[in-house]
């Protein structure tokens, strides 16, 4: 997903931090709101509800930070950049989701089922969750739209884009988003099932739900950015591309070994065992590379780092039998 404009390219951590910031004041106004209506209404599900936006608030707060971290240029103690800091501080982020929101809703869902609870008045839960509604379904709306943009540029459908961006604000926030407006429809079918019943246990059951619901956003986030700080290759017909362009060079007879590596939704480092035919002189070879990286860094303006090592093939490594019998 490297093959856009460099304009693009230099727009969207500008876009990341917006569609975060949206969603971090859109949560803050609504965790005040669903705390306050969970307290007049004894609502454990509402009680949920309000941890679920705390967390994602916080969630948000963590990865402006990390949005802030990755722009920091290289120095000489990280030559390779800051890129990895914001998946160091969105990993966090999700930490936070699970403990914050999934692991207090579970428990809020339990303890209302085991030592049950008198449902209070609800029309002010169903008040803040109407607001809740609009307010989140702007946030998701801005998150999405960036990932449309973005899955356009790149040809593929927003599903794919999601799935596979290394963007993880934008997945975070479409992410947290799409289960808040879930987790509000729930917590309103909890208090519709208590007000209807006089029970407490679908409050208690809209609560479990609630979490079940949190934890998994939050593994599915922190997998992602898991597989992110270990190390994730560009997507395999990027790399296809990246090899033809290398071999397209006539100073080259094959690429040996390719080695790719996302360091962040814009930036990316190749690195290449070129085998250059024997007959090409070193000034040659030099320009060989120059050119290469070039032309790799013009196709792909996401790749920032090109790094082509020569080296002989697999009939050159050992030398002759002659000399390698001495």
Request: negative net charge.
């Given at each position: 997903?490297?093959?856009?404009?460099?304009s693009a390219a230099a727009d969207g951590g500008?876009?990341?931090?917006?569609?975060?910031?949206?969603?971090?004041?859109?949560?803050?106004?609504?965790?005040?709101?669903?705390?306050?209506?969970?307290?007049?209404?004894?609502?454990?599900?509402?009680?949920?509800?309000?941890?679920?936006?705390?967390?994602?608030?916080?969630?948000?707060?963590?990865?402006?930070?990390?949005?802030?971290?990755?722009?920091?240029?290289?120095?000489?103690?990280?030559?390779?950049?800051?890129?990895?800091?914001?998946?160091?501080?969105?990993?966090?982020a999700s930490v936070a989701t699970f403990v914050?929101?999934?692991?207090?809703?579970?428990?809020?869902?339990?303890?209302?089922?085991?030592?049950?609870?008198?449902?209070?008045?609800?029309?002010?839960?169903?008040?803040?969750?109407?607001?809740?509604?609009?307010?989140?379904?702007?946030?998701?709306?801005?998150?999405?739209?960036?990932?449309?943009?973005?899955?356009?540029?790149?040809?593929?459908?927003?599903?794919?884009?999601?799935?596979?961006?290394?963007?993880?604000?934008?997945?975070?926030?479409?992410?947290?988003?799409?289960?808040?407006?879930?987790?509000?429809?729930?917590?309103?079918?909890?208090?519709?099932?208590?007000?209807?019943?006089?029970?407490?246990?679908?409050?208690?059951?809209?609560?479990?739900?609630?979490?079940?619901?949190?934890?998994?956003?939050?593994?599915?986030?922190?997998?992602?950015?898991?597989?992110?700080?270990?190390?994730?290759?560009?997507?395999?017909?990027?790399?296809?591309?990246?090899?033809?362009?290398?071999?397209?060079?006539?100073?080259?007879?094959?690429?040996?070994?390719?080695?790719?590596?996302?360091?962040?939704?814009?930036?990316?480092?190749?690195?290449?065992?070129?085998?250059?035919?024997?007959?090409?002189?070193?000034?040659?070879?030099?320009?060989?590379?120059?050119?290469?990286?070039?032309?790799?860094?013009?196709r792909f303006p996401a790749v920032r780092r090109?790094?082509?090592?020569?080296?002989?093939?697999?009939?050159?490594?050992?030398?002759?039998?002659?000399?390698?019998?001495?």
């Amino acid at each position: 997903m490297g093959e856009t404009t460099s304009s693009a390219a230099a727009d969207g951590g500008g876009e990341s931090t917006f569609t975060v910031a949206v969603a971090a004041l859109a949560n803050l106004g609504i965790a005040v709101a669903k705390a306050v209506a969970g307290v007049v209404s004894g609502s454990s599900a509402m009680l949920s509800e309000a941890a679920h936006s705390v967390a994602d608030t916080v969630t948000e707060l963590m990865l402006l930070v990390s949005l802030r971290s990755a722009r920091r240029p290289a120095d000489e103690d990280h030559p390779l950049g800051y890129g990895g800091a914001r998946y160091v501080w969105a990993l966090l982020a999700s930490v936070a989701t699970f403990v914050g929101g999934g692991v207090f809703a579970l428990y809020d869902g339990i303890h209302t089922l085991t030592h049950g609870e008198e449902p209070g008045d609800p029309l002010v839960s169903y008040v803040v969750l109407g607001i809740a509604f609009l307010l989140e379904g702007y946030s998701l709306r801005t998150g999405l739209k960036q990932a449309r943009g973005a899955a356009e540029r790149f040809d593929v459908h927003v599903k794919h884009y999601l799935r596979h961006t290394p963007d993880t604000a934008v997945k975070a926030v479409v992410m947290e988003d799409s289960a808040a407006l879930a987790g509000l429809v729930l917590a309103a079918g909890g208090l519709l099932g208590g007000q209807l019943t006089g029970s407490g246990v679908w409050d208690g059951v809209a609560s479990l739900a609630i979490g079940v619901l949190l934890v998994y956003v939050a593994w599915v986030l922190g997998h992602a950015n898991a597989e992110l700080l270990i190390g994730r290759p560009l997507p395999k017909p990027m790399r296809a591309q990246v090899r033809a362009e290398l071999l397209a060079d006539p100073h080259v007879v094959d690429v040996l070994e390719l080695t790719t590596l996302l360091q962040g939704p814009r930036e990316a480092l190749v690195a290449a065992k070129v085998n250059f035919r024997d007959v090409s002189t070193a000034a040659e070879v030099e320009r060989a590379c120059d050119r290469m990286a070039r032309r790799v860094r013009a196709r792909f303006p996401a790749v920032r780092r090109v790094y082509l090592d020569p080296t002989p093939g697999p009939d050159q490594a050992c030398g002759s039998p002659a000399e390698s019998s001495r």
